[in-house]
């Protein structure tokens, strides 16, 4: 009799990291449950290019190569509805990252993911949304 | 012995300090501060204590009633005398304003003691306090760099890492940036 081996796929659960995760990954990466992935999205690159394109930071962080980077939801309904909850929830008239928000938020939304955020009032609206929210102190 | 914690007044309105209790009006720009062993109280006004951020850190020498006050997302550095009952700035951070096309969530901060002083340590840089007699700034230091990462304290040295994996330490007793060294690799301190 011939022996059969069966690869098996073992589907390691994801957490999406905030742009601000990203940047303070020493601190993220605590908030990470045994077998846990982090992954980022697209938008999430773009605000990092940003940031470097403003001298904010000197490149991009090194733990980017090792993330897996996911496409956009794009749900244009999702968005709007975080935007607006964190608009409602923030004591603040000008709230900083409100765009890259919608489109990060609605990803956490759509696919059912925990995010890691150090953004009060991100965090504060996706929580209000359902979402399950780890907070970088 | 310090108490060291954060307050959000938006969601929280009494914040304990020993025997002390501060509240703040709702015009959040006056505080009441009620000793509740002696049966007194005085106001104290701080128009930008609370600006966007509710959200206070705080730092508590309970021998001398004595508070240092920071807003998570604010420039000023407090101190709150409550036996002579003032307020005063004692330095301001480097923080700069972020607007609507940054991304949120950039403001960081964290203190740390260190014996009887105080570590400030935020997304901007870092500011060394001497809280013994009169509370004043040893050594500050300010950078542009949001990935810049305090990560512990370790020989005398404050130790940062940068996104870039660069690690690179300032020395509690003066603030001497001790040079950028790649992980893995100890330089001679």
């Known amino acids: 009799m011939n022996n059969v081996s069966v690869a098996v796929e073992i589907k390691k659960p994801k957490v999406i990291l905030d742009t601000n995760a990203v940047i303070r990954y020493n601190d993220a990466k605590s908030l990470l449950q045994f077998s846990e992935v982090a992954i980022i999205t697209k938008t999430v690159i773009a605000e990092l290019n940003w940031l470097v394109s403003k001298g904010r930071i000197k490149a991009l962080p090194h733990i980017v190569a090792t993330l897996e980077v996911v496409e956009d939801i794009v749900e244009i309904h999702t968005q709007i509805n975080v935007r607006s909850k964190i608009k409602t929830l923030s004591r603040k008239l000008n709230v900083p990252g409100l765009l890259g928000d919608g489109r990060i938020g609605t990803n956490v939304l759509e696919l059912k993911l925990p995010i890691i955020t150090g953004d009060r009032d991100f965090a504060n609206a996706l929580e209000a949304m359902g979402a399950i929210v780890r907070r970088l102190k | ?189």
């Not at chain 2, 025997?19 to 009006?25: E, M, V």
């Not at chain 2, 730092?59 to 420039?75: H, K, M, Q, T, Y």
């Open chain 2, 1 to 189: 012995m310090m108490e060291i914690g954060s307050f959000d007044f938006l969601t929280q309105s009494l914040l304990r300090l020993g025997s002390w209790k501060i509240t703040r009006a709702a015009n959040f720009d006056t505080f009441v501060a009620v000793d509740v062993n002696r049966n007194f109280q005085f106001n104290f006004k701080a128009s930008d204590l609370l600006t966007d951020s509710c959200l206070l850190y705080y730092a508590f020498d309970a021998p001398g009633e004595r508070v240092v006050l920071i807003n998570a997302e604010g420039s000023c550095v407090y101190l709150l005398s409550l036996e002579e009952q003032c307020l005063k700035i004692v330095t301001n951070l480097n923080r700069s304003r972020f607007d609507f096309y940054n991304p949120g969530g950039l403001y960081h901060l964290a203190l740390v003691q260190v014996d009887e002083d105080l570590l400030v340590i935020y997304e901007g840089g870092i500011v060394y306090l001497e809280l013994k007699d009169r509370l004043k700034v040893r050594w500050s230091y300010q950078h542009q760099y949001l990935d810049w990462a305090f990560d512990k304290i370790e020989d005398g040295l404050v130790w940062y890492q940068s996104g870039q994996d660069e690690r690179w330490g300032y020395r509690l007793a003066d603030g001497k940036c001790i040079q950028l060294q790649q992980l893995g690799t100890r330089s001679n301190v």
